[in-house]
């Protein structure tokens, strides 16, 4: 059993810890790799560079997994819309040809992703990962949604508007499902043993249409993930109403993001709790953020707890920052 599921299952006293975006911009090794590579897609395409940047953060930091470095937005690529990332925005995607989309089958949707998987199969064997889990990923069928209809990162307000065509909103959230289940099963196939399910954008919606976009479609991807024997985590950030959420969807592990109280989390909900650290406190001072690492360990000191940030490391931290968070994390008792 590895360190993180250990601690998934409370088995051992020792405490964990990931982070989201432990592989990116504030590392300069990345960096390097990056400026070489000015297409973000490609990048993520290049098995070889995928796999290294995985592995960088665990060269440098006792942490206690690998996340497979991707994103979220490869899905819509691979169904054939355009994905592009413009520097200092963000991405940028083109128009939706659903009749075209809707024709696309599992073999060509998996040959544009073979690249993902490849970098599993080479990352998950590496010495750095003795004992350690490799975390492969999905966005949530919500959040790939937003992406595909708003073409971009939405503003708080702008996307209650693009959901008034409803039948085809119905047919395209059943595609993504389909193809998100295709995308799991191939990482776990390749050695992805934990998923981990991004709904960046649930804070978006009105309650009303929880059970439709968030409740429904992802414990449909939460069950694939479990009948295949593997721990799944939930990301929904933003959502208000966790406790509902972790007793319909039913995730192995809940990721609180930084706006949440983590003791009303702690008093209210019974299964595994990871994250909650707001990353802008490792670009602050170290008393301070020792100071706030302390509350979350102290809140879940006697439940299963996964250490992590509410969000991912931000690209102005300092690595020495993330160094001693991690060092501090696994010598306090
Ligand atoms: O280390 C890791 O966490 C694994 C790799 C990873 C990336 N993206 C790499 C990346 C993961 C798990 C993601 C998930 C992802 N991608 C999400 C969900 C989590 C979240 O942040 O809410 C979302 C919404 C995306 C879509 C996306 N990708 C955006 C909005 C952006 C641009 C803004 C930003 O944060 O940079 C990206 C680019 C991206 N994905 C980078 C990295 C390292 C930065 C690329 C660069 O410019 O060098």
Redesign the pocket.
């Known amino acids: 059993m590895t360190v993180l599921q250990n601690c998934i299952k409370k088995i051992s006293k020792d405490n964990c810890i990931w982070l989201?975006?432990?592989?990116?911009?504030y590392l300069p090794e990345?960096r390097e790799i990056?400026s070489k590579n000015q297409d973000?897609i490609k990048l993520c395409l290049n098995e070889n560079l995928s796999s290294e940047i995985t592995i960088q953060p665990l060269r440098r930091f006792n942490i206690d997994a690998a996340?497979?470095?991707?994103?979220?937005?490869l899905v819509p690529y691979a169904l054939g819309q355009s994905v592009k990332?413009k520097?200092d925005f963000?991405?940028l995607l083109g128009e939706i040809d659903f009749n075209k989309m809707s024709k696309i089958n599992e073999i060509e949707f998996i040959d544009k992703l073979k690249p993902v998987y490849n970098a599993i199969k080479k990352t998950k064997d590496q010495t750095e990962l003795k004992n350690k889990d490799l975390i492969g990923?999905v966005?949530a069928p919500w959040?790939i949604l937003v992406?595909m209809l708003n073409q971009r990162?939405p503003k708080n307000d702008d996307i209650e508007l693009n959901l008034k065509d409803k039948k085809f909103i119905e047919d395209l959230l059943k595609v993504i499902v389909k193809f998100l289940k295709i995308h799991i099963n191939n990482q776990i196939e390749s050695g992805a043993t934990i998923i981990q399910i991004?709904d960046?954008w649930a804070g978006l919606l009105n309650k009303k249409d929880y059970d439709k976009y968030i409740y429904n479609p992802t414990k449909d991807l939460v069950n694939f993930v479990k009948s295949k024997k593997i721990p799944v985590i939930c990301f929904p950030?933003g959502v208000n109403d966790y406790k509902s959420y972790v007793s319909l969807v039913k995730p192995d592990v809940i990721s609180i993001d930084y706006d949440v109280d983590p003791k009303k989390i702690s008093d209210s909900i019974d299964i595994t709790v990871q994250g909650g650290l707001d990353p802008k406190f490792l670009v602050g001072d170290k008393e301070e953020l020792k100071t706030n690492v302390k509350k979350y360990l102290d809140i879940f000191k006697d439940k299963p707890y996964i250490f992590n940030l509410g969000?991912?490391v931000l690209?102005n931290t300092d690595p020495s920052m993330v160094d001693y968070l991690v060092k501090f994390v696994k010598n306090y008792s």
């Open positions: 989201m975006r432990q592989a990116g911009r990345f990056r973000f996340i497979i470095f991707s994103d979220i937005l990332f520097k963000g991405p990923f966005g959040t992406y990162s991004f960046s950030k969000h991912g690209p």
